[in-house]
């Protein structure tokens, strides 16, 4: 079955700076890629997805791209703020988010410091 | 609309003890997805239903664990008999028809003694 790894498990940063966590996915058919923010305490939120027919999309001061050939995507975080402070989580998926199966990383938990 | 909801909130409970906890999709969602998060394993899928009928409940740990979803706007998640390995953050989460983003619960925060 599908398998994502994220990398890296802590970052920790300066306010201002960028931030990039990585993910790799193992199975090929996948084709759906969400990113969840949760902060402490709270409940994963959705914050971008990229769907595999897309190579990079964009919100305001988050990225995600994504490099279907090596299986693997990343968030990109600029101009970094202390509320940015979170576990991000990425997952994959081969049938969309609506069928189930979305497959999570372990999560990055991101310090930004003021 | 208020979310989805889940309850209890936090239970704690001995070991052997029965447990239900209990999740409200958000009206009009018809797919919903029970997860169990801890620290070693991270977020993990345990069943999910769509339209009222589960689809996948490979991720089941163990007989001990059963969800039932009798309509709608309601689905429990029973463990019996619990053991303190069932220690975690229980999410419910739910899609609407059509959509992909699923939407979480604020969680039950379980403890096994």
């Known amino acids: 079955g599908e398998n994502v790894e994220q990398h890296p498990s802590t970052l920790s940063v300066q306010e201002g700076d960028s931030a990039v966590i990585k993910c790799t996915y193992s199975?090929?058919?996948?084709?759906?890629f969400p990113w969840y923010k949760q902060e402490l305490g709270k409940r994963p939120q959705l914050i971008i997805d990229i769907r595999s027919n897309v190579g990079e999309k964009k919100d305001q001061r988050i990225a995600v791209t994504l490099n279907k050939t090596a299986k693997h995507f990343s968030l990109h975080i600029t101009e970094t703020q202390p509320e940015d402070s979170a576990v991000y989580f990425c997952a994959a998926s081969k049938y969309g988010g609506s069928q189930g199966n979305l497959i999570f990383g372990k999560g990055t938990k991101l310090s930004v410091k003021p | 609309d208020a979310g989805v909801i889940q309850s209890p909130r936090h239970e704690v409970t001995e070991m052997g003890q029965e447990v239900t906890l209990r999740c409200k999709p958000i009206?009009?969602?018809?797919?919903l997805f029970w997860y169990r998060q801890t620290m070693m394993r991270g977020l993990e899928l345990l069943i999910y239903?769509?339209?009222?009928?589960?689809?996948?409940d490979s991720g089941m740990p163990e007989d001990r664990f059963s969800a039932k979803m009798p309509n709608a706007s309601f689905s429990t998640l029973k463990i019996q008999p619990s053991e303190p390995r069932d220690s975690a953050v229980y999410f419910c989460a739910s899609i609407p028809q059509g959509g992909e983003t699923q939407y979480f619960g604020p969680g039950t925060r379980l403890l096994v003694l």
């Open positions: 199975d090929s058919a996948s084709n759906y």
């Open positions: 239903f769509n339209n009222n009928v589960p689809i996948d």
């Open positions: 009206s009009g969602h018809n797919s």
